[in-house]
């Protein structure tokens, strides 16, 4: 069973930072990449940040230059550091984990930024 936990949400003002953090656990043969999603109230999900196999990152041009995704294989962990936080980064985040066969999802966190 794959599980994915999403913790570091929270209510941070304009401007502030905070880093997500997911650990992914279970039988996974092989990673292709893991992402980070978001989805405010009446908003379909959308793609933040991702990063492939061989670490290579791409992001949703609302965050550039703000967000940074990183992942450490040893710890099983996938972060995604944002900075320079906004109003309409408000959402609910989701750790996204995808194979060949399907994708896994964490429950998510909320992230609430105040003006």
């Known amino acids: 069973q794959v599980q994915l936990v999403e913790s570091g949400g929270g209510l941070v003002q304009a401007g502030g930072s905070l880093r997500l953090s997911c650990v992914y656990s279970?039988?996974?043969?092989?990673?292709?990449?893991m992402g980070w999603y978001r989805q405010a109230p009446g908003k379909q999900r959308e793609l933040v940040a991702a990063?492939?196999?061989?670490?290579?990152?791409d992001y949703r041009d609302s965050v550039k230059g703000r967000f940074t995704i990183s992942r450490d294989n040893g710890k099983n962990t996938v972060y995604l550091q944002m900075n320079s936080l906004k109003p309409e980064d408000t959402a609910l985040y989701y750790c996204?984990?995808?194979?060949?066969?399907?994708?896994?999802w964490g429950q998510g966190t909320q992230v609430t930024v105040s003006s």
């Open positions: 990063i492939t196999s061989g670490g290579s990152t």
């Open positions: 279970g039988n996974i043969f092989s990673i292709n990449g």
């Open positions: 996204n984990l995808r194979t060949w066969v399907r994708d896994y």
